[in-house]
């Protein structure tokens, strides 16, 4: 049952940040999915697996994302 609801919060947090303005909260909802398929392939009794996902996935991609916005972001006049 717990692997459903992690499923839908997994996807649901996908959706929103492939619909967000912000790109920061696109990042941490980028972050949030891929701590959500690290712990199920946790469950699926692939730890390997679940620990490079949320390293990478969870981790790293969302810290890069951020900086690049902050980057890249335009000084306002």
Not at 33 to 46: E, I, K, N, R, T
Request: net charge neutral.
């Amino acid at each position: 049952m717990i692997e459903y609801m992690v499923i839908i919060v997994a996807v649901v947090s996908a959706i929103i940040a492939l619909l967000q303005n912000d790109l920061l909260k696109a990042a941490i909802l980028t972050g949030i999915s891929g701590f959500c398929v690290a712990f199920l392939f946790q469950l699926l009794l692939a730890p390997d697996v679940a620990l490079t996902q949320a390293i990478v996935e969870g981790a790293i991609v969302p810290v890069f994302i951020a900086l690049a916005v902050l980057k890249t972001r335009r000084k306002e006049a």
